[in-house]
């Protein structure tokens, strides 16, 4: 999959955005140079492992965990450059930090403000750029992939006639790394199920500045064990199985005392009826007293009798 995006360098501008997809094998007329692969972890989605990220070739120093919390993914139908938060707000204070002689207010990397320049005056070179390393095809090894500025500044059509507007292409995410288009249109990616790896070479329609190209991808390097920067889900699915457990038992005794209530004023009036039944008994007469009619006639026949005599 090739994505090419817009830029602005100098007088060489353009906003188009444009590319190609090739189903079943890989077009080597859209990239140069060599390509490297890295491997599928799971197959739900390209779920990678990234190994380390940083700026001017400077590490950001986490946790190579904390890239991958709780998976990393390439996705072309994201956007951003997509992060964990604790990763998202480092690389957020190291750009700062590292940006010469142009203000830059925070609310442009939280995303809620634009920056506009005239056109072809965007001071690109003096952005640093960001890199990110990904896991080779063995265990020790990584290959570095650079996110020039010209590509995670990207462009918007901010409605000012005569300049060029821009928003940045990171953003934080609380579902993992998602490596989106503001990454993969410098590269050409290859997708590939079969063999449970995914791609990468230098896309011939990467930002360029006259004949150069701003993208660059150098391994493979010697890493420690890539095994160590996968996020287990193991230890936190066990965590929270032992969780709900707990919040069940609370459930469950919190409404014990209701059912034990319950039987409880069942009983109660069960014994109740039972009293009155037995005292109701008890005060019955042995023979029960004749109704009206019966009276009037044995007294006729007592009438009678009393007349023959």
């Excluded at 007088?11 to 599928?40: A, C, E, H, Q, V």
């Excluded at 249109?185 to 997708?191: A, H, L, S």
């Excluded at 993208?215 to 709900?244: F, H, M, P, Q, W």
Aim: proline share 4%; aromatic share 10%.
């Amino acid at each position: 999959m090739q994505l090419c995006t817009p830029f602005s360098i100098g007088n060489n501008s353009s906003i188009d955005s444009s590319g190609s997809m090739t189903i079943g094998g890989i077009d080597p007329d859209l990239y140069d140079g060599k390509m490297f692969f890295t491997r599928i972890k799971r197959k739900w989605y390209y779920d990678v492992t990234v190994t380390d990220m940083g700026v001017n070739g400077h590490s950001l120093s986490l946790d190579c965990k904390e890239y991958n919390f709780d998976k990393s993914i390439v996705d072309s139908g994201t956007t951003d450059l997509r992060l964990p938060q604790k990763v998202y707000k480092k690389l957020m204070s190291t750009l700062a930090n590292q940006i010469e002689d142009v203000y830059v207010p925070d609310t442009f990397w939280k995303g809620t403000e634009l920056m506009c320049w005239d056109i072809g005056t965007v001071p690109f070179n003096r952005f640093p750029t960001v890199y990110l390393d990904l896991e080779g095809p063995e265990d020790d090894t990584s290959f570095r992939l650079t996110i020039p500025p010209e590509q995670y500044i990207r462009w918007v059509n901010g409605n000012e006639p005569g300049k060029d507007c821009y928003k940045t292409g990171f953003a934080s995410s609380t579902t993992g790394t998602v490596i989106g288009a503001v990454v993969m249109e410098g590269y050409y990616v290859v997708f590939d199920r079969q063999n449970n790896r995914v791609g990468f070479a230098v896309s011939k329609c990467a930002v360029v500045n006259g004949n150069e190209s701003l993208v660059k991808i150098s391994g493979l390097r010697v890493k420690a064990n890539s095994k160590e920067c996968i996020y287990d889900t193991s230890d936190s699915d066990s965590v929270l199985v032992v969780i709900s457990y707990v919040l069940a038992g609370l459930c469950v005794l919190s409404v014990l005392p209701v059912f034990i209530l319950y039987g409880y004023h069942n009983l109660k009036n069960m014994f109740k009826k039972r009293m009155s039944d037995d005292h109701s008994t008890d005060g019955e007469p042995l023979h029960q007293p004749l109704d009206q009619t019966t009276e009037n006639r044995d007294d006729a026949i007592t009438d009678s009798q009393s007349q023959q005599w």
